[in-house]
Structure formats: structure tokens, C-alpha cells
């Protein structure tokens, strides 16, 4: 079985579409693959609610009592390996992961960004492509490297910037494309596994 790693900070959105996506298109049938976990560094995670709801298993890993980035990161990634991951997905995991954590999961390390990259990296996407002026805006899934967001592109989706959009407005239009396209992509990973 190909198991799923899926690292959450918050509401968890892409991971639910991610979970109820694999069960829908009975993933662990056509493709030998299940969500074997969810991990936070937050225990307020709603997301967590929601992956306890499906049967999945939580764990939670609180990054402030770490006393580096790199300590955190080996504790994570202890705790993550003991369910043995095909996959380890980034679904609003706001942690900066170090260069060591990356090196571990090459090529199985995989995140989303609410922009269309290499445009915008980093934070406040949406409002920084409307200051440029932009006519499109969208989404990225894409392979983490040492590079904050400048990892091989797996996918992408395109919406458009509307007159009158906000960062607010447009926000929520990408959203609603993540979460038709990071379970298209993390299924079309899984094939290459």
C-alpha cells in the first residue's frame, strides 16, 4: 500500500478534498493507496476534526518547544516515517522546512501555492497579483526543494482576476481550483510511484 502523509496547520480544506477525493475514486483499489495520516504542528487544527472523522490517524507535533528548525524537522520527520509514506503532502503546513527534511523525502515531497509559479512566491499572493496588474491568477502543486517554492511544477490552474476582486475574492476562486486540482495531481504522483 502507497500511504499518504498529509501535513496540515489549520482548517485542513485540501486535505479533506484530498481524503474524500481518494475515497470516491477508491484510490486504495485503483491504486494501491490511502491517506494514512494527518500530521500538524497545531493541536487547534480543525483538520485534524476532520481526518479523526474518516478514521484516519492524527498526530500532533507542536514546533515551539523546538530548540531549531532542524530539531523540529527530525522529529517530524521521525514521526512521519514511522507510517512508512510513498507520499508526504503539504496541504497548509506553514512551517519553512529545512534543507535537511527536503533532502529526506526528494521526490516525495509535494506542496501547494496559491499562485501560478514561478510568479509570487512566498506570502500575500493574491493581493501581489492584483498590485501587478494581472489578468490571471491561480495555483500550483508542485515538488518541494530547498528553493521555497521553486520545485518542478506538477500542476496548475488558472482563474481569472475580475474587476473589483480583492485579495479576499480572489483567494476564495483559487481555492476552489485547489481543490479539484491537488487531488488530480496527487493521484496522477501516485501512478508514478
Given at each position: 500500500m502507497k500511504n499518504i502523509v498529509i501535513l496540515i496547520s489549520g482548517g485542513g480544506s485540501n486535505m479533506a478534498a484530498i481524503v474524500k477525493t481518494a475515497q470516491q475514486e477508491n484510490w486504495a483499489q485503483r491504486h494501491g493507496a490511502r491517506v494514512a495520516a494527518v500530521l500538524s504542528n497545531k493541536a487547534d487544527a480543525q483538520g485534524l476534526v476532520l481526518a479523526r472523522a474518516q478514521?484516519?490517524?492524527?498526530?500532533?507535533?507542536?514546533?515551539?518547544?523546538?530548540e531549531s528548525?532542524?530539531?523540529?524537522?527530525?522529529?517530524?520527520?521521525?514521526?512521519?516515517?514511522?507510517?512508512?509514506?510513498?507520499?508526504?503532502?503539504?496541504?497548509?503546513?506553514?512551517?519553512?522546512?529545512?534543507?535537511?527534511?527536503?533532502?529526506?523525502y526528494a521526490g516525495r515531497l509535494v506542496n501547494i501555492h496559491p499562485s501560478l509559479l514561478p510568479a509570487f512566491t512566498g506570502l500575500h499572493t493574491h493581493q501581489r497579483a492584483i498590485d501587478a496588474g494581472c489578468r490571471f491568477a491561480g495555483c500550483t502543486v508542485h515538488q518541494v526543494t530547498a528553493e521555497l517554492d521553486l520545485g518542478p511544477i506538477v500542476d496548475q490552474a488558472v482563474v481569472p482576476v475580475l474587476p473589483g476582486d480583492t485579495a479576499d475574492t480572489l483567494a476564495a476562486r483559487v481555492l476552489t481550483q485547489e481543490h479539484v486540482m491537488y487531488p488530480r495531481a496527487v493521484r496522477a504522483l501516485l501512478q508514478t510511484l
Open positions: 478514521g484516519i490517524a492524527t498526530e500532533v507535533l507542536d514546533h515551539k518547544p523546538f528548525r532542524e530539531a523540529f524537522d527530525a522529529a517530524l520527520a521521525a514521526a512521519i516515517d514511522r507510517y512508512e509514506p510513498a507520499l508526504v503532502v503539504l496541504a497548509g503546513f506553514m512551517r519553512i522546512l529545512s534543507s535537511g527534511f527536503v533532502a529526506h
